[in-house]
Nanobody
Framework: QVQLVESGGGLVQAGGSLRLSCAAS????????ISWFRQAPGKEREFVAA????????YHADSVKGRFTISRDNAKNTAYLQMNSLKPEDTAIYYC???????????????????WGQGTQVTVSS
């Protein structure tokens, strides 16, 4: 059983930046594809960004493209979401998710993921 722990959330003013981290247990982190999702109050969970197992292939939702960047450090068993130019509409609970994968594939649907973290709150004030 893999455990994921997100951190780095908080309260920030519009235009500010945060970096979220997702730390995974175990020694098979390099075999996972990883994504970040978010869920705002009263809304469905939505895809934010994904990164492949190999070669660092990434995909970002249009709503965050150019502002957010997903990355990973296999040596630290950690994935990151760098969030710049934050907007009030980015306010949500942010979750990381992982699944075993191969190659450069990225996955954008929540149903495709096997393990989830508990989430970290991001609040952007106007």
């Amino acid at each position: 059983q893999v455990q994921l722990v997100e951190s780095g959330g908080g309260l920030v003013q519009a235009g500010g930046s945060l970096r979220l981290s997702c730390a995974a247990s175990g020694d098979t982190f390099s075999t996972y594809a990883i994504s970040w999702f978010r869920q705002a109050p009263g809304k469905e969970r939505e895809f934010v960004a994904a990164i492949s197992r190999s070669w660092g292939n990434t995909y970002h939702a249009d709503s965050v493209k150019g502002r957010f960047t997903i990355s990973r450090d296999n040596a630290k068993n950690t994935a990151y979401l760098q969030m710049n130019s934050l907007k009030p509409e980015d306010t949500a609970i942010y979750y990381c998710a992982i699944r075993f994968a191969s190659g450069i594939n990225v996955y954008t649907r929540s149903s495709e993921y096997d393990y989830w973290g508990q989430g970290t709150q991001v609040t952007v004030s106007s």
